[in-house]
């Protein structure tokens, strides 16, 4: 079994900065794609940027400039540091990691709990 552990959400004024976190732990090999999903009340859940194990990142465009997508193979986790945060990226957001396990290697998806990331004044 494989856990995602999420921290580093929480209430932040339009214009500030939150730094979130995701760590795999468990029967692990390698974690390959790593990626950052939200989703506000009332909408779908949407991907927000992704990182692949070699470091290839993408971005949805209302994001783009704003957040940065890292990750630290060695430690099997993921970051999204968010800066100049708007209303609209008010959300619970959600990490989404593809691992390799050792069920015979086989490449699994897993979510993490989620994390409330609040932008208001």
């Known amino acids: 079994q494989v856990q995602l552990v999420e921290s580093g959400g929480g209430l932040v004024q339009p214009g500030g900065s939150l730094r979130l976190s995701c760590a795999a732990s468990?029967?692990?090999?390698?974690?390959?794609?790593m990626d950052w999903y939200r989703q506000a009340p009332g909408k779908q859940r949407e991907l927000v940027a992704g990182?692949?194990?070699?470091?290839?990142?993408y971005y949805t465009d209302s994001v783009k400039g704003r957040f940065t997508i890292s990750r630290d193979n060695a430690k099997n986790t993921v970051y999204l540091q968010m800066n100049s945060l708007k209303p609209e990226d008010t959300a619970v957001y959600y990490c989404?990691?593809?691992?390799?396990?050792?069920?015979?290697?086989?490449?699994?998806?897993?979510w993490g709990q989620g994390t409330q990331v609040t932008v208001s004044s």
């Open positions: 989404n990691a593809f691992v390799s396990t050792t069920d015979w290697g086989r490449t699994y998806a897993y």
């Open positions: 468990g029967s692990i090999l390698r974690t390959d794609d």
């Open positions: 990182i692949t194990r070699g470091g290839f990142t």
